[in-house]
């Protein structure tokens, strides 16, 4: 089965442009969580989308915003880049049910945004 | 609010020998999943282990293991015979409602 694929890998913005990260989860995974890593902050929660609803926010400014497919695949936005946005954005896929209090989180190899 | 605390920033061991990470948390939850993630330099976070705080027996993975002391709310990994390829930033979580809070991180280097 294949993994949570994070495209892209890699990108570079200024300050002021916005950007779309993307995440397939695993197969028949219903739930999709973002986060944010960065050196000071840590591994901070973005949000969790199950059935293309937003179920959990964590306490990020409303520039960072997402959204689920029908597929399950998930998009993140985060608009008015700010240089403090620069980070590691991870993607998380879960097999849990709409009442779960949660199960493993299988994550994908991240996207790396930089901005300048 | 949930809070997840490790204390050991770093932490070294001999090849072969046996680590223990430690790990301190908090939450007014009765019910509730604990885990370990590893991120190696790849920066792929790993799922190595993980805790259902109803259950009294501890988890056991091959060659990690945890030791989950509720009452205490410690939930501590145990690495056995460590590897080379252990060598990773250790993360505990705790997880309500499918959101994840990270502890800080343990970054455990094994020598040869």
């Known amino acids: 089965k294949a993994g949570v694929t994070q495209t892209p890998r890699y990108l570079i913005k200024t300050r002021g442009q916005q950007v779309t990260l993307s995440c397939s989860p695993i197969?028949?995974?219903?739930?999709v969580s973002w986060y944010q890593q960065t050196p000071g902050q840590g591994l901070q929660f973005l949000f969790e989308y199950f059935s293309e609803t937003q179920r959990n926010k964590g306490n990020f400014p409303g520039r960072f915003s997402g959204r689920q497919f029908s597929n399950s695949r998930s998009e993140m936005n985060v608009s008015t880049l700010e240089l403090g946005d620069s980070a590691l954005y991870l993607c998380a896929s879960s097999l849990v049910s709409a009442g779960d209090l949660g199960g493993p989180q299988y994550f994908g190899a991240g996207t790396r945004l930089s901005v300048l | 609010a949930q809070t997840v605390t490790q204390s050991q920033p770093e932490m070294s061991v001999q090849e072969a020998e046996t680590v223990t990470l430690s790990c301190t948390y908090d939450?007014?939850?009765?019910?509730?999943?604990l885990f370990w993630y590893k991120q190696p330099p790849s920066r792929q976070m790993i799922l190595v282990i993980r805790q259902e705080a109803y259950k009294q027996q501890n988890a056991t993975e091959n060659r990690f293991s945890v030791n989950f002391q509720k009452a205490a709310k410690s939930f501590s990994l145990k690495i056995s015979d460590s590897q080379l390829g252990d060598t990773a930033m250790y993360f505990c979580a705790l997880s309500y409602g499918n959101k994840l809070v990270f502890g800080a991180g343990t970054i455990l280097r094994v020598k040869s």
């Open positions: 939450t007014s939850e009765s019910n509730y999943y």
């Open positions: 197969s028949g995974h219903r739930s």
